[in-house]
């Protein structure tokens, strides 16, 4: 049974950088493209960032180039989001989700998601 689940999530002041977490079991996560996306409340869930499973090459959103970090640890199974000088815009749920399909920006190629971790952005 896949399982991914994140963490690192909280309450933070605008500004400030947080590093979100998420451990995948379940899946040989070496062989899974990986993403993170975010919703918003009242807003349909979007794109943030993605990873090949290699670690070689990664993909923004717009809204978060420049202010975030993808990466991986294929010995950990874990799969990281850095986000640095944060927005009250950046408030919302965030999820991590896995696919074979490469790295992608299309929430239908994900099988794979976990339940999300809460980002709050006080300004």
């Known amino acids: 049974q896949v399982q991914l689940a994140e963490s690192g999530g909280g309450l933070v002041q605008v500004g400030d950088s947080l590093r979100l977490s998420c451990l995948a079991s379940g899946l040989t996560f070496s062989s899974y493209d990986m993403g993170w996306f975010r919703q918003a409340p009242g807003k349909e869930r979007e794109f943030v960032a993605a990873i090949a499973r290699s670690g070689g090459g990664t993909y923004y959103a717009d809204s978060m180039a420049g202010r975030s970090s993808i990466s991986r640890d294929n010995a950990k199974n874990t799969l990281y989001l850095r986000m640095n000088n944060l927005k009250p815009e950046d408030t919302a749920v965030y999820y991590c989700?896995?696919?074979?399909?490469?790295?992608?920006?299309?929430?239908?190629?994900?099988?794979?998601w976990g339940m999300g971790t809460q980002v709050t952005v006080s300004s």
């Open positions: 989700a896995a696919t074979t399909a490469g790295v992608a920006g299309i929430e239908n190629l994900y099988p794979y």
